[in-house]
């Protein structure tokens, strides 16, 4: 038995080819023919099971035989807004794993103490869109570019919002046990400093903006370390 091939397809009911790097997959890589089967994703939660018509060196022809709408596996929208590290290879695993268990939106913030100060998000929406396809989960997680600190966190974000930080003078609460409790709206928003921390001034910032200061535990976590394990803990609390 084949093992299914997903494919990342933007409007896929109302297409009938495979993008040009889909494509190009499909051809070369996996070597698909007529009347393969093949499975569609249009990031906006449906799947589409699709035989493949026609293949020439660059183009790769379907026709969808059953439109499959998904049930999103937990609630609300996650959104890690985080530093990214000096090293792109870390962050750009972190977005990766994160995609895989479960992130809605993610957007890289430029700090005080921050080491990078620019980002290729061309690079991190790749990845976003291989591990969407590779851990099967129909919606695309939104990447944004980067933003300064003070500019993000003075917009309006909705739903419970929270700063993670290490600053033992400033009182801080354990995430993992807020999240568990019932919360007010299942919109969850986590800020992950940089290497050397946010500054203490803008988690004074953050605070005044309706932020609540919280550990991540009892260790001291790496930047792309923390970003993950802050979405893992909100998937608990929001998992169906």
């Known amino acids: 038995m084949k093992e299914a ?9 109302m297409q009938s080819e495979l993008p040009g ?5 499909a051809l070369r890589v996996l070597r698909l023919r007529e009347g393969d089967e093949i499975f569609l994703m249009d990031g906006r939660g449906c799947f589409f099971r699709a035989e493949v018509t026609l293949t020439n060196n660059k183009h790769c022809m379907y026709v969808i035989r059953e439109v499959l709408p998904q049930e999103r596996a937990w609630r609300g929208k996650i ?9 792109t290879d870390r962050i750009e695993w972190m977005a990766e794993k994160a995609v895989e268990v479960g992130v809605d939106e993610i957007t890289f913030l430029d700090c005080q103490y921050s080491e990078r100060h620019v980002i290729r998000t061309d690079r991190i929406e790749k990845i976003v869109v291989s591990a969407m396809k590779q851990s099967r989960k129909p919606w695309l997680t939104r ?16 739903g419970m919002k929270y700063i993670a930080h290490c600053y033992s003078e400033i009182q801080r ?25 946010f500054s203490f001034s803008e988690v004074q910032v953050a605070l005044d903006k ?5 550990s991540l535990g009892t260790s001291r976590l790496r930047t792309e370390t923390a970003g993950l394990a802050a979405i893992m803990m909100a998937q608990l609390k929001l998992r169906y």
């Open 173 to 197: 609460n354990d995430f993992f046990n807020i999240i568990i409790k019932p919360i007010e709206n299942e919109n969850v928003t986590v800020l992950v400093g940089p290497e050397g921390d």
């Open 143 to 158: 990447v944004n570019p980067m933003i300064s600190f003070q500019e993000f966190v003075r917009s309006n974000i909705e």
């Open 5 to 13: 091939r997903y494919f990342y397809v933007p409007d896929a009911a």
């Open 21 to 25: 790097d889909e494509a190009l997959h």
């Open 79 to 87: 959104h890690l807004a985080i530093a990214p590290t000096k090293m």
């Open 210 to 214: 309706g932020y609540e200061s919280v």
